[in-house]
Structures are given as C-alpha cells and as structure tokens.
C-alpha cells in the first residue's frame, strides 16, 4: 500500500443532484486501487449522532425548523463527524473524501437563506477549529437538471424549496471557487459519470501524487 506524508483531506460539493455521492465512491474506489488508505464519509450523517442530525435536517415535515436552528444543527454535526471520524483518520494519514463540508454551509446558509456572512463565519470557525481541505470538487449544474434527478426517490426538505434558494445557492458556489482557485476545482457535473470521474481521478492523482513517499 503507498504511504502518505500527510493525511490529506478531499471534499465534494455542489447543488442538489449534481452527483456527489457517486463520484466520491467512484473515486475512491479508484484510489484504494491504486494503492492508497481511503476513508469516505459525509455530511450531515457521517457518524451514529450525526446520522440522527440529519434525519431532523432532511425531513420536510420539520417545516418549521429556523435557519439559525437548522444552521447550528449541522455545526454539531461537524463537530462530532471531525472528532470521531475526520481528524482520527487524517492523522493516521488516510485520505477523506467527503460527501459535503465548509463550502456547503456557506453557499446554502448564506447563498440560500441570506444568513449574516459574520455569524456563518464565526459558526464555521467555532465547528472546524480551521481545518480545511487541501482539494474540493466542485460538481457544477444547472438547478433545474439537478433537481430533476435529485427528486425521482421523492424530496427532502431542502429539495422542496423553490427554484430561486437552488439558483442562489449554486450562484454562491461559484462565487467560492472564483475565490479559491488554487483549492476549488469546478466539474461540469453534465458529463456522463464515467467521463466526470475520469476529470475528478485525474486531477485527485495529480494532486497526491506530491505526497506520496
């Protein structure tokens, strides 16, 4: 198995349906071929505590949960989900892949709901102790395309707000990787899966391949 410098720490972001989920597990399973110690995990959802966060957080019967309940719900659940699962691993310098982290709570708090910029920060800070990952895939889409996959299993909470919170909340995204280029790599999540994974594994390759012994 190759060994790692550093444990290293890979996200994967984006608007509803944009196929996150499958392209982390593709990618992973890509990389444990080549060799390589990978942990995936999500959020909310990626320990026991935070797997019951995010029943509160995805069920739309909870209608009249409050955006700064709801926000201070996933911080708690990233706070559990990097004690737990997170940090442990990078320090046995595994590599992440994470179903969602920092980037969406800014774009869907502050894309989205229109939360104070201050507050977000503050939150993000407070639940992250600054810990960052060193590549995020953005899965760039359309609203109405991703909605329409998103919805065929039926919707959660968060897919049945309007059309306006998903555009505001992808408008946001961009913004983030307009600002961080060096770290957010924008995938035009239209591609077939195979050729959007072949991008993901060839840029995720290039970028480890520097930590590699």
């Given at each position: ?143 109405d395309e991703g909605l329409k996959r998103a ?8 897919e049945k707000e309007m059309l306006s919170f ?7 995204y961009l913004e983030l990787a307009a600002r ?34």
């Amino acid at each position: 198995m190759a060994s790692l410098r550093q444990g290293l720490f890979i996200t994967f972001e984006g608007p509803e349906g944009c196929g996150k989920s499958t392209q982390t597990y593709k990618l992973a399973e890509a990389l444990r071929a080549d060799g390589l110690d990978v942990v995936t995990t999500r959020e909310p959802g990626g320990t026991a505590v935070g797997q019951q966060i995010r029943e509160i957080l995805l069920n739309p019967e909870n209608a009249s949960l409050v955006r700064k309940t709801e926000v201070l719900l996933f911080a708690a659940d990233r706070v559990q989900h990097l004690e737990e699962k997170v940090r442990p691993a990078l320090e046995q310098k595994k590599i992440v892949l994470c179903d969602r982290y920092l980037d969406s709570t800014t774009a869907y708090q502050i894309g989205g709901r229109g939360l104070d910029q201050g507050l977000i920060k503050e939150i993000n800070h407070i639940s992250t102790l600054g810990l960052m990952p060193q590549l995020t895939f953005l899965l760039d889409i359309p609203v109405d395309e991703g909605l329409k996959r998103a919805t065929q299993q039926g919707k959660d909470r968060f897919e049945k707000e309007m059309l306006s919170f998903h555009e505001k909340v992808r408008q946001k995204y961009l913004e983030l990787a307009a600002r961080d280029k060096k770290r957010i790599k924008i995938i035009d999540g239209l591609g077939t899966i195979v050729a959007v994974h072949q991008e993901i594994l060839q840029e995720a390759r290039n970028f480890i391949k520097k930590y590699v012994n």
